[in-house]
């Protein structure tokens, strides 16, 4: 049957979660390929809003298997926490969940090198979650780290000694380290916890699920503009977090991705430090931020808000190779009646229309004005419920971007999702 994928276009925060959820009815396993609990995928529906940041977002639909790719980073200590949310919510997470035995593990010790890293940057620290990310995705390179599947081995505690005398060497000049112990038990505890649930060779199983007839959505986290090689380097994350992630996160073949879902925000947001051309550092960026509630749902770190960036959003579409798009958060734009969207860069005194090698302070926007609809759309229950204002928002960007925009959402809310 192959696979389809669903990912984020741009910095993050796009609104994935709430889609995997509208989608999840079509697909009988979901599978994160990604990244780690600096994840924060946010689901809205009977009037409760839940934020997941390792477990896949189909996890709160019956008869849905998620899957923890071997691409993902686990912090137990994190992930205990999730589960145990859930199961407050009688959320039947053993049933439902299989963790891939090769996907790395956060250590104690990952998150106090994080730190390190951020405070020797200073001025120039790439904003960080310090959720021990980075430092893990580096081990694995290096051949040093721990996997789920090390958990239940009988060296597992002589495995995971040599790895902290590691990192102690490289933190000896630090005072981080005096607070290890406690995080450290909780660790331990967790390790514990998790051997209950099922540890599975996850690129077997996906590959048979998919050989016998098994729907299959690949679950990205983060954004294309973070992708370790193609996005705003140095100010990205540790993962590929394009659909070539999808092949290499989870072991599905190149020639067995179908639909290419890529989700983007009406407008656009960043979390941390980096490059930013269309932000708005005044008093409408600041109410788009109120309205649209742009707080981070890992971190809680206000987001830089700006227009919507068409060469950014191309270039993404390009990579990633996708064959529909999502356009999340239209009703942030309700009470505007001009919206904005950069169409080009000025960059050293040259107009251009592509994402460049690097921006930076110097890349300058080139922005067209639009009529904004300058009414509540929440209330839309079809398409032909749009403002005519909306309507040709959405088929300029379609003409711009040469990709169909098959859903559009006007609210948080499970509900408030249109497919077109």
């Not at 963790?99 to 390190?116: G, R, V």
């Amino acid at each position: 049957m192959g696979v389809d994928v669903l990912l984020g276009l741009q910095w993050g925060d796009e609104g994935k979660g709430k889609i995997v959820d509208v989608l999840t009815p079509q697909y009988d396993i979901i599978a994160r390929f990604q990244g780690g609990p600096n994840a924060g995928h946010t689901l809205e529906f009977e009037g409760i809003k839940h934020v997941l940041h390792t477990i896949p977002s189909g996890i709160f639909r019956d008869k849905v298997v998620n899957v923890i790719g071997n691409g993902v980073v686990i912090d137990p200590v994190i992930l205990q926490k999730e589960i145990k949310q859930l199961e407050e919510l009688n959320v039947d997470v053993q049933s439902k969940l299989l963790i891939s035995k090769k996907a790395h593990l956060i250590l104690p010790t990952h998150k106090l090198l994080d730190q390190a890293s951020e405070i020797s940057k200073g001025k120039q620290k790439i904003g960080s979650t310090l959720k021990g990310i980075g430092p893990t995705y580096m081990d694995k390179t290096g051949r040093n780290g721990l996997r789920i599947g090390d958990i239940k081995s009988p060296n597992f505690h002589e495995k995971y000694q040599k790895l902290k005398e590691k990192h102690f060497n490289l933190l000896k000049n630090s005072n981080l380290l005096k607070n290890l112990e406690s995080t450290e038990n909780e660790f331990l505890e967790s390790i514990e916890y998790l051997k209950k649930f099922e540890h599975i060779d996850s690129e077997h199983y996906l590959n048979n699920a998919s050989k016998n007839g098994k729907n299959i959505l690949a679950e990205g986290a983060q954004g294309s503009l973070l992708d370790i090689d193609f996005g705003t380097y140095p100010f990205v994350t540790s993962s590929n977090t394009i659909t070539a992630g999808t092949c290499t996160g989870l072991g599905i073949a190149p020639n067995k991705i179908n639909k290419v879902v890529g989700i983007f925000k009406a407008y656009c947001t960043r979390v941390g430090s980096g490059p930013f051309p269309s932000e708005l550092d005044n008093k409408v960026g600041e109410e788009i931020r109120k309205l649209g509630h742009e707080f981070g749902a890992t971190t809680g770190r206000e987001r830089r808000c700006g227009w919507i960036d068409l060469p950014a959003l191309k270039y993404a579409i390009m990579i990633n190779g996708v064959t529909e798009l999502s356009m999340m958060k239209a009703d942030v734009l309700d009470s505007f009646k001009e919206i904005y969207v950069c169409t080009h860069y000025i960059q050293q005194g040259e107009q251009i229309d592509y994402f460049p090698f690097e921006l930076n302070e110097n890349t300058k926007p080139v922005f067209m004005k639009i009529s904004g609809w300058n009414q509540d759309i929440t209330k839309c229950k079809k398409e032909a419920d749009f403002p005519k204002e909306l309507s040709f928002y959405i088929e300029y960007l379609e003409k711009e971007l040469e990709v169909p925009i098959s859903i559009v959402s006007v609210g948080p809310n499970r509900t408030e999702t249109i497919i077109r």
